[in-house]
Structure formats: C-alpha cells, structure tokens
Nanobody, 121 residues
Framework: AQLVESGGGLVQAGGSLRLSCAAS??????MGWFRQAPGKEREFVAT????????YYTDSVKGRFTISRDNAKNTWYLQMNSLMPEDTAVYYC?????????????????WGQGTQVTVSS
C-alpha cells in the first residue's frame, strides 16, 4: 500500500488549503493527519474512523480543519480554513486498519511522504 500526498503550498494568514492523500493498493479503516514544524516533534492534527464513524481533532484546529474522503478515488482530504502562521509545518497523512481513531504516530503503519504548508502573516 502507498499513500501519496499533494496540496501543500504557501498561503496568507486567513486563507485556505486542501491537502489530499491518495491511497493505492488497499483501503483503510482509519486515517490520520499529523504535522511537524522545524525543530519540533511530529504532532497529531486529526483522525477519522470510517468504521466507527468517529472523528477527532486537536484543539488548535477544531472548527477550522475538516477530514473527508472520496471513496471512489480512495482519497482523503484535509480541508484547512482560517489558516494561521502557527499552522506552518510539513503535513503527513497516515493510515491504519484499526477500527478506532488513533492519535499517536506509532499506531499508524502507512505514511505519506509529507507536504509543506507555509502560512505567512
């Protein structure tokens, strides 16, 4: 299985971006989004289980970010609105067969290559 990300870029504060994560080879029950800023550890952003119908976002992105999926394309999305400079990071999608939502990186077996998101003030 392979995850390929796209959609990052440079945007002004208050703007929006949509990240995509295309899966090939199989489908997954649960996916997550993480991010890593320079000099910082990888941190959890959002996760969704399509089996349990559960979604969870870290507090700093609640109300601004939304996970969705296009089943026909086996592609997940992270819609990011009202972006702030502190959202600047490399964003990674990740996938697991766990039925439950997962917030720690070690719970995910499959990872995308990462895509840079830069928000200017």
């Amino acid at each position: 299985a392979q995850l390929v990300e796209s959609g990052g870029g440079l945007v002004q504060a208050g703007g929006s971006l949509r990240l995509s994560c295309a899966a090939s080879g199989r489908t997954f029950n649960t996916m997550g989004w993480f991010r890593q800023a320079p000099g910082k550890e990888r941190e959890f952003v959002a996760t969704r289980s399509w089996t349990r119908y559960q979604t969870y976002y870290t507090d700093s992105v609640k109300g601004r970010f939304t996970i969705s999926r296009d089943n026909a394309k086996n592609t997940w999305y992270l819609q990011m609105n009202s972006l702030m400079p502190e959202d600047t990071a490399v964003y990674y999608c990740a996938a697991t067969n766990s039925f439950d939502i997962q917030t720690i990186p070690g719970a995910y077996k499959y990872w995308g290559q990462g895509t840079q998101v830069t928000v200017s003030s």
